[in-house]
Every structure is written in structure tokens, then in C-alpha cells.
């Protein structure tokens, strides 16, 4: 069986890295730049229980949210929340206020992922084909 992936490897035209070869501790890990990830924002978050982001919003940016490990609280502007647990996904527009609170008792790791510009649509092929 071969070995899971941990300090970052590039192949042709991919790369790939674990999240402990990204930073150590509590707070960002940069999958961008990790990753040479040219089409999107994305990061990885650690945060420790009770542990608790300020509000933001974005100009232009649409973010979307998975929650990897943990219980995260995404509170808005209007004073609503969602909390989502291990495999929650949640999208938000860029002029939404919104913040995180580690609501868990143990540390939560979250995935964001940012763009704008819109969907590109189906143009995945099956290799070794001409169309």
C-alpha cells in the first residue's frame, strides 16, 4: 500500500500536500500558495475551542465553507446562525457580514474557498479521447 501524502509533491500538471505541511498551531494554512492554485482563493483554518473570528465581508468575492473537523458557528450580519459539524458546507455573498466561533470541544479545522466570476461549466473529458 503506498504511503498517504505529507511534505508537498508535484507531479505533472498536479500537486498535492497535507495540511500539517502548511504551518504548525492555530490559524491559516495557505492552500493557494501551498498548491500553486491559480483559479480560486482557498485556505485551510484551524481553530481551538471556543475560539472566535471577528466579521468580514468581501467587495466581490463569493466564499464557500466545509467544515472538516469540529463544530463551527457562522454568524451574519442580521444576527442569524448556522452551525455545521464535520462535512457541513456552506456558501456565502461576498457583502454578507459574517463570523466563526469554534463552538466544539475540541479544535475545528474549516476548508474556504473564494472566487468570483462564475461557473465555468462541464468541460471535464475523458482521457485518451477526441472529444
Not at 501524502?5 to 504548525?24: E, F, P, T
Not at 442569524?80 to 456565502?92: A, E, I, K, W
Not at 466544539?104 to 485518451?128: K, Q
Amino acid at each position: 500500500m503506498p504511503d498517504e501524502v505529507h511534505d508537498r509533491i508535484d507531479g505533472d500538471g498536479y500537486a498535492a500536500a497535507h495540511i500539517d505541511a502548511m504551518g504548525d498551531g492555530y490559524g491559516f494554512r495557505k492552500v493557494r500558495r501551498t498548491l500553486d492554485v491559480t483559479a480560486f482563493g482557498i485556505n485551510a483554518i484551524v481553530m481551538a475551542a471556543g475560539y472566535e473570528r471577528g466579521f468580514h465581508y468581501h467587495d466581490e468575492q463569493e466564499e464557500t465553507y466545509f467544515v472538516h473537523q469540529g463544530r463551527v458557528e457562522f454568524e451574519f450580519g442580521d444576527g442569524s446562525t448556522v452551525v455545521l459539524g464535520p462535512g457541513g458546507f456552506l456558501r456565502v455573498d461576498p457583502a454578507t457580514a459574517r463570523k466563526m466561533r469554534n463552538v466544539g470541544d475540541g479544535d475545528a479545522i474549516y476548508v474556504v474557498a473564494g472566487g468570483r466570476g462564475g461557473y465555468v461549466g462541464r468541460d471535464g473529458h475523458v482521457a485518451g479521447t477526441d472529444g
